[in-house]
């Protein structure tokens, strides 16, 4: 067998594409899902340790920790088998995303409090000056001018949020990778692997790119 | 020091310290303010101006004694909104907010603490900006106006509150010489209007002839209260009067 037939096998791959297709979807789902989740759960945890309580700030303060040091697989792994023992079952779907959605948050809750904290303070004394509450500050003046900070590291986090849906597959949950496994033991030839390896470049290098031009127009409109 | 007390102020500092660390920034600081005065506070870089009219609207914390605005004291919790209602300022670097046109920046407070729709604060923000002279730039952003036009928004966006006091820090300082000028004739134009004003300056001219007191202060003490005409001709305090030679005379 020559190079072509065994990792671009034209027909292998034509056959197997529904099935990657239909992972594909589920790689999306659980990677869309898992990123907005991660994007609002982040913000909270950004917020809740600025300006919550003394507690509340430890409390987050070890969350974040925690979920930056544990391996994304290991909790994944523990909520789909683990968790089990103590009464809760997820489905493979909902494991990964529970499992996905808390790392995010920590690194997302980490990118927030960065934004924020280059916001410069007169910023936020001119809001207090006029009155504005703790609330309208965040939302009017604040976080509009952090989010422009942050998309380029968001935008990184989320792309590696989605290469970590692969890991789902280690939990039978039929995602992209999974599906080309399969369809490789079916037809006993790595095609189908080659062609999950270039659905997940179709799907991440605009945003890579994306990344470079937002943080090449960042750099620019900092350089004023 | 003296202390000029006049029938109701209504700002009345009693004993206000502040320290940051081992530096005593204010001295148990003792002032009243009637309703209507302008009040410039003049003296040597780092002599607690700025620290004191920001305990005024709390954007500076004290560590001892009373600052109390028309009968509320100054302190963190339910009443430091209604202070801040009633309290404006306009900042060195003016602080403008550039996510939002200069006609939003104006309109943001009125919206979000008085109630106003969105479309009443924006005619009301469009007709102070005409009265500080830019009426035409309230669609741009505020990175595209110069330094002086964004200081008449700074004023713009603090008389948009209504507010019954108002506090200048340094507002002229960051500006371009030929600059100082447009924002000065704003300032003056409120002088006299009813609105209660605590002005920290270097503009000596400027103080002399829009102030009803001058207050000097140094090293976090105040040093001096006097009319301008009298703390410009013979100042009663020794430091004042080094001051004056050192600014007057360059």
Known sequence: MDLVTTFFNWPIFVRSLPLLLDGLWRTIALGFLSIVLGLAGGLMLALGRMYGPRFLKAVIIAYVDVFRALPVLVWLVIVYYALPFVGISLSPFASAAFALTTVSSAYTAEIYRAGIDAIPRGQFEAAQAIGLSAFDLMRDVVLPQAIRIVIPPLTNNSINVMKDTALASVVAMPDLLKQATQAQALAANPTPLIGAAFLYLLLLLPLVRLVAIFEKRLGRSGRR | ?250
């Open chain 2, 1 to 250: 020091m003296t202390t000029v007390t006049s029938p109701s102020p209504i700002i009345s500092m009693r004993g206000v310290t502040k320290r940051f660390g081992e530096f005593s920034a204010l001295k148990s600081i003792d002032l009243d303010v009637a309703p209507g005065e302008v009040v410039v506070l003049l003296g040597p870089s780092g002599s607690g101006k700025s620290t004191l009219i920001r305990c005024i609207n709390l954007l500076e914390t004290y560590d001892e004694g009373d600052v109390v605005v028309d009968g509320i004291r100054v302190e963190e919790g339910r009443n430091l909104r209604q202070v801040r209602e009633e309290v404006g300022m306009v900042f060195q670097a003016f602080n403008l907010f550039p996510n939002l046109t200069v006609r939003d920046n104006v309109a943001l407070g009125p919206v979000r603490v008085r109630g106003l729709s969105w479309q009443a604060a924006r005619e009301k923000a469009q007709a102070l900006l005409a009265r500080v002279g830019i009426g035409e730039q309230a669609e741009k952003y505020p990175i595209q106006l110069s330094g002086g036009q964004q200081q008449r928004v700074g004023i713009a966006r603090a008389l948009a509150m209504e507010p019954r006091i108002l506090l200048f820090d340094e507002p002229t300082s960051a500006l371009d010489p030929e600059m100082v000028g447009e924002v000065l004739d704003v300032i003056r134009t409120l002088a006299g209007t009813g609105t209660t004003m605590l002005l920290v300056t270097h503009e000596m001219g400027f103080a002399r002839k829009v102030a009803d007191r001058i207050v000097f202060m140094e090293a976090g003490e105040i040093k001096e209260i006097a009319s301008p005409d009298r703390f410009f001709t013979e100042p009663s305090s020794e430091r004042a009067r080094a001051f004056l030679d050192a600014v007057l005379n360059h």
